[in-house]
Every structure is written in C-alpha cells, then in structure tokens.
C-alpha cells in the first residue's frame, strides 16, 4: 500500500505481452515475410503509460489492470513494479492480454491485439481514489468500464486524461466527462470526422482541452481558446512503439506534480522522443534523470514548420 497522502496518477487500462519481430517492412495484406528474432516485452497501453509516469518521478504511480493466470502476467508485473508502480491486479480466467508487433528497419511498426484479460476489467473495478489527482485511461479495455471511471473520478474532483487509442468514435458522454484528451492524428481524424485542418478538428473534439501528438513533428495542443505549439526534439527514431505512451504518462505525470500544460508537454515530447531511440515498449522509456539530460542538452524543431501543418501560420503562438 503506497502514501495515499502523496498526489498520485492512477492508470486504468491495458496491458500486454508485446511479442516483437523486426523485418525489412512491414507484411502487405496477405504476405508472408521472414523476420528476425522473437523478443517478448512487457507492454499494452496502459502498463505503458504507468511505467513512463512512473520513471518521470515527482508523484506516486498506481494501475488498475486485469491479468490472467500465467506467465505473461508475471512479466507484466514485475516490470511495473520494478518501475516504481503499485499495481492492483484483477484476476482474469483468460489468457493475459498480447500484442503481435511487426517492426521495419524504417522504424514504424503494425500492431495486432488480442485482449484477453483486459475485456474483464468491469465498471465495478476502480480502485480507491484516495490521494489521486489524474486519472489516466486508454481505450483498449471495455467503453463502459471507462465511462464508468471517468464519471466517478468526475464526481470526487478528480482529473481525467483519456487517451483515445486505439482510434474509434466515443460518445458524447464519455467526452463530457474528460478534462484532457490525447490523440494522434488518425485518432484525432476518427473522432473528428470533418474536413479542416488540425486546428480546427482540435477545436470540435468535445473536450477542452486536446493534444494531438504528430510523431516526428511534435505536438499541438488546444487549451480552451489557446493554441500550444511543441515542436519534436531532434532524434534518430530506430522503434517507434510506445512513443504515444510514453508522451501521456509523462505528460500526467508532469501535470500530477503541478506542471501547466505547456511545461508538461515539453517534457512529454522530450520522453516521446527519447522512448524511439530504444527497441521495445517499456524497455525504451527514459528514467527522470535520463529525461532531464535529455532536455538540457536536445535541439528542439522550430515552430513554423509544425505551425504551418496545424493550420495555425508561422506566427501562431
Ligand atoms: P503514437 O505512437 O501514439 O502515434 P506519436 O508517434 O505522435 O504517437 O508520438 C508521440 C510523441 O512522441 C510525439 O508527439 C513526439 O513528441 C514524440 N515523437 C514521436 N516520434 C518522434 C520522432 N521521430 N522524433 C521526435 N519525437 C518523436
């Protein structure tokens, strides 16, 4: 039982064994392709999410997740609690979530998921919400658990951070009772199914406040009216997986220990950037120290290009 007298995030979601096979590109409908070895990661959103929270430090980090009873699970365990995470555990008589995970010399990846024990995370799940100030949650365990969470975090003063992954349309209710929502671009054009530019489909998410993470160009944030441009850090990508993940338990994290949004996306985008310059999920992202050397010393992009993309002109923010 952690300090409930701390501030803390709670990560409500996924996790996964990531099985990894490196290959030339990724296989096209109906191809057969020979990769390299078979590594086994720990991985799935939400554990993804916990363990970067966790490594940024400054706050408690605690998960609620459902596993079954094997040895995926115990890998999934020991790497959350060995990041420094309190994990509650709902037992499952089904297989541990997985994931099979092809990535290409180029560094992009193709990801399929079987989720096993995370469809019986249920709406009566949600642990005590004693000492929490950010809940952060993902979409690849059941809607109505979520929905359920998020309204009685609503309901105890409790921020929510929704990360809408995998992408899908959400109900309006569910939006409702979000305070910051994170999305990638394909997520953010699933949510917001209209022409326009990003600016403007960050402005009809439902929610306040969105983040939409662009890869190697950064990120874009609209807090009410505002617009916050993050431009990446220059890095050289060789794994792209979990960099999302990465990019919203640190941004959690970051806003956990009192950060305003702009100052945690910073370091979110730092952490993102570091977490595709490693091989795998968890394995790849950045401890605080590792992070703070990182952001002292990294070249930032500038801002007019990821202006430009955005909508917003090179002289937005
Ligand atoms: P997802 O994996 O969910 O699609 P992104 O690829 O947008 O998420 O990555 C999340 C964040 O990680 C980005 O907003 C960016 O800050 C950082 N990032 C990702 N790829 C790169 C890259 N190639 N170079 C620098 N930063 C990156």
């Given at each position: 039982?952690?300090?409930?007298?701390?501030?803390?995030?709670?990560?409500?979601?996924?996790?996964?064994?990531?099985?990894?096979?490196?290959?030339?590109?990724?296989p096209a409908a109906g191809?057969?392709?020979?990769?390299?070895?078979?590594?086994?990661?720990?991985?799935?959103?939400?554990?993804?999410?916990?363990?970067?929270?966790?490594?940024a430090g400054g706050i408690a980090t605690r998960m609620v997740a459902a596993l079954g009873d094997d040895d995926l699970a115990r890998l999934i365990a020991t790497s959350l609690t060995s990041a420094g995470v309190e994990l509650d555990v709902r037992c499952s008589s089904r297989s541990t979530g997985a994931a099979l995970i092809t990535v290409s010399d180029e560094g992009e990846n193709a990801i399929t998921v079987a989720p096993?024990?995370?469809?019986?995370?249920?709406?009566?799940?949600?642990?005590?919400?004693?000492?929490?100030?950010?809940?952060?949650?993902?979409?690849?365990?059941?809607?109505?658990?979520v929905l359920a969470f998020a309204r009685a975090a609503r309901d105890r003063?409790?921020?929510?951070?929704?990360?809408?992954?995998?992408?899908?349309?959400?109900?309006?209710?569910?939006?409702?009772?979000?305070?910051?929502?994170v999305v990638n671009e394909d997520e953010l054009g699933t949510l917001v199914d209209t022409e326009g530019s990003i600016a403007e489909r960050l402005a009809r998410t439902g929610v306040a406040t969105t983040v939409v993470t662009l890869g190697g160009r950064g990120a874009c944030a609209r807090i009410g009216e505002d617009y916050v441009l993050q431009p990446a850090f220059a890095v050289t990508p060789v794994d792209t997986t979990a960099a999302g993940d990465t990019f919203c338990g640190v941004l959690a994290a970051?806003?956990?220990?009192?950060l305003d949004v702009?100052?945690?996306?910073?370091?979110?985008?730092?952490?993102?950037?570091?977490a595709t310059t490693k091989a795998g999920a968890q394995s790849s992202i950045p401890a605080r120290a590792e992070l703070n050397a990182f952001i002292a010393t990294a070249h930032q992009h500038g801002q007019d290009d990821l202006a430009a993309y955005c909508g917003l002109g090179p002289a937005a923010n």
């Open positions: 039982m952690g300090d409930r007298s701390k501030p803390s995030v709670l990560i409500a979601g996924s996790a996964n064994a990531d099985f990894v096979v490196r290959a030339a590109r990724i191809e057969t392709m020979l990769g390299g070895d078979l590594a086994i990661f720990p991985g799935g959103k939400g554990a993804n999410q916990a363990v970067a929270a966790a490594r096993g024990a995370n469809a019986d995370l249920g709406p009566d799940d949600l642990p005590d919400l004693d000492g929490v100030s950010w809940l952060v949650m993902q979409l690849e365990t059941p809607l109505d658990t003063g409790i921020k929510v951070l929704l990360n809408a992954a995998p992408a899908r349309a959400l109900p309006a209710a569910l939006l409702a009772a979000v305070d910051l929502l970051g806003l956990a220990d009192g702009p100052a945690a996306l910073a370091r979110a985008a730092a952490a993102g950037a570091l």
